[in-house]
């Protein structure tokens, strides 16, 4: 995991995790820059404005918390692109993306084929085409290859 951070946010990010939906970079290009380095640029807009862009992430590759003595309103800071962010309810709501991924929002236990379980919070990007690198999880290979759903 990566930290991006001013006194007033942090934003995580987790490369793995990405799918490259692209939502962050339409949404706040000014922060979210492949052209530079590094690619987050936290100064670039307000915290409000980042927190508002990170609750859109599809993946929960890109979470942001609230360092102690942040001007921030706490109660922003509890969205669904929080690091701490927890799902009150038990409803597990899963939307499968048009030629592209199943997108998981709400807590859920995820084994995987080495046996491994982990808890999972928040959003979740899982590969529907199996062409992704970072299976389970997508990493937008399925826009890259052209791969198409039939129906």
């Known amino acids: 995991m990566k930290e991006y951070r001013t006194k007033d946010i942090v934003v995580h990010w987790q490369p793995d995790r990405c799918s490259h939906s692209a939502i962050c970079l339409k949404q706040l290009p000014q922060v979210f820059d ?78 995987d084929t080495d046996g491994s379980v982990s808890q999972q919070a928040g959003k979740t990007s899982l590969c529907r085409c199996g062409l992704s690198e970072k299976r389970p999880f997508c990493d937008g290979t399925h826009h890259r290859q052209g791969w198409k759903v039939d129906s």
């Open 34 to 111: 492949l052209e530079k380095k590094p690619w987050v640029n936290v100064e670039a807009a307000s915290p409000e404005e980042i927190i508002r862009t990170i609750d859109n992430c599809p993946s929960g590759a890109l979470k942001y918390s609230l360092p102690a003595g942040s001007a921030v309103d706490s109660d922003l800071g509890h969205g669904p692109g929080s690091k701490d962010h927890q799902v009150a309810s038990s409803t597990v709501n899963i939307k499968v993306i048009r030629n592209g991924p199943l997108v998981i929002d709400g807590g859920f236990q995820l084994s």
